[in-house]
């Protein structure tokens, strides 16, 4: 069975287009006033917007152990996730976590479209917030394009410039949030709103605010149509059971304005679908679609549309459903089938890689240890006869608590360390330590003798953490 979606010749295609009377090669877009609509879907999505904007905005103040407990240091190379610290070390683990995510993403949208975009995204949570504000202050759909068309006048002067400040306070406070991460926050507020932020904190700032400003304001659905790549992959994920919104054409077809009080079981008898050709679904969808065109890559499964047209329906006493989230097989009068191949390899290979990151995460070995064999002398004698090689020890302390570390060597019957044999490190630090191995030349049978540098410690709890690096001893 091919996994193909079938291409179909759509008739009369109106898909949201620049200007048509502007025939430039490149002309404008033509503005989208999108309509606000009520429903179980907006509301749902309104609440899972404003929890995940919530845990954005609290998340950089949380305290942990009397530090930041999410603090991404770029210029440290440390990140920080409560009791977890992150090195560059790590690397492995930040592939893991970027792997799942890409997997996650794939079983989400074979399952259930772009659900992604509608209801979780940052764009769309923030396009929303400015929509927001830009219906209190400017009005309903139809008062905004009324505004817009007339010449400025100072009604339209003060709405405009409150829109404006209520935009650039939140671009604002997303940017100084966003820059939080990164940076320790509740100083960098201080700082900021007292002009005391240094040049690149406060270039990141007026830079992401800028973006905020610019594609929560302006750009809106272009972000989701032309420059987000998931939108031109996501159709490569898609097949007959995945659920998208769509509308279902043989029961709204043929679609037309009716009065209101033929009863929905003469419709059929008068050639009429459950459509009325209201235009509602167009009107609320922020991406300018019309969904009863199909499925378009356009649309972000946000649930708006339905909600409308399940609004209409209602007042015309028809059943729910004509826009819905349904699957193309289910469109077609069969069932959708969820336990399918791709869907159990997309859950299988997710369920493996978190797997593998559970387990690196939990026998991660807290401690780093670099050995560098000084390069100036490949031995030398002590006063004693002894033969010594000299080494710098890099230990990195990846916990967060101090560490005393116990230094040993392998590979010698016997030996001599000049130097400090212990060594503590605090939490995340590192500590350079120049040491000596001496040993007599009759333990040494080559040139060139394989040793072992045992590092060690004992936690608060008992647990013993070793790392164990190889070098070589030289004589000769
Ligand atoms: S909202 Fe429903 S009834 Fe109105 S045009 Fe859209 S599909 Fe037709
Ligand atoms: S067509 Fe419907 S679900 Fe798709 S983006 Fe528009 S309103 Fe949202």
């Not at 179909?8 to 609509?37: D, F, T, W």
């Not at 492995?92 to 079983?107: D, E, G």
């Not at 972000?223 to 659920?243: E, G, K, L, N, W």
Request: aromatic share 14%.
């Amino acid at each position: 069975m091919s996994d193909r979606i079938p291409v179909k010749n759509v008739s009369g295609v109106e898909v949201h287009q620049p200007n048509s009377a502007n025939k430039k090669r490149h002309p404008s877009r033509s503005r989208i006033y999108v309509r606000a609509v009520k429903g179980p879907l907006e509301t749902f999505r309104r609440f899972f917007g404003l929890f995940f904007l919530a845990l954005f905005a609290v998340l950089p103040f949380i305290q942990y152990n009397g530090r930041q407990a999410i603090l991404l240091d770029i210029t440290e190379q440390r990140f920080s996730f409560f009791a977890l610290t992150l090195w560059p070390q790590d690397l492995t683990l930040f592939a893991y976590i970027f792997i799942i995510s890409a997997f996650a993403l794939f079983f989400v949208t074979t399952f259930a479209g772009r659900v992604w975009c509608g209801f979780m995204c940052p764009q769309t949570t923030w396009v929303y917030i400015f929509t927001w504000f830009e219906e209190k202050i400017e009005g309903s759909r139809n008062k905004r394009m009324k505004l817009d068309e007339r010449p400025m006048d100072v009604d339209k002067f003060w709405r405009k410039t409150l829109k404006q400040f209520s935009w650039w306070t939140v671009s604002i406070l997303t940017a100084i949030l966003f820059v939080g991460y990164f940076t320790p926050v509740r100083p960098l507020f201080m700082d900021f709103f007292t002009f005391q932020t240094g040049f690149w904190a406060t270039f990141s700032i007026l830079f992401f605010a800028v973006c905020t400003w610019g594609n929560a304001g302006y750009m809106r659905e272009i972000m989701c149509t032309h420059i987000c790549p998931y939108a031109r992959f996501q159709s490569a994920m898609f097949d007959q059971d995945t659920i998208t919104v769509a509308y279902d054409a043989r029961r709204g077809e043929a679609r037309g304005p009716r009065p209101r009080k033929i009863p929905h079981e003469e419709l059929a008898e008068k050639g009429l679908g459950d459509c009325i050709d209201c235009n509602l679904c167009v009107q609320v969808c922020p991406t300018g679609i019309d969904i009863r065109n199909g499925l378009q890559y356009e649309c972000i499964n946000c649930g708006a549309c339905v909600d409308a047209c399940n609004g209409v329906m209602e007042k015309m006493n028809y059943p729910k459903g004509l826009i819905r989230f349904a699957s193309e097989d289910s469109l077609a009068g069969g069932t959708t089938k969820v336990f399918r191949p791709k869907l159990i390899g997309y859950f299988a290979v997710l369920v493996i890689m978190i797997a593998v990151f559970a387990a690196n995460l939990l026998y991660r070995v807290p401690l780093e240890v670099d050995i560098i064999r000084d390069r100036n002398s490949l031995y030398r004698e002590t006063n004693q006869g002894l033969i010594e090689n000299v080494y710098t020890l890099k230990i990195l302390n990846k916990s967060q608590q101090p560490r005393t570390y116990q230094i040993s060597v392998e590979g010698l019957p016997s030996y001599e360390l000049i130097g400090n044999k212990a060594v503590q490190v605090d939490g995340g630090e590192v500590a350079t330590l120049p040491i000596s191995v001496a040993t007599d030349a009759y333990n040494l049978e080559d040139a060139v003798t394989e040793i072992r540098f045992n590092v060690s410690t004992i936690t608060s709890q008992g647990e013993e953490i070793q790392v164990t690096e190889p070098s070589k001893f030289l004589y000769r």
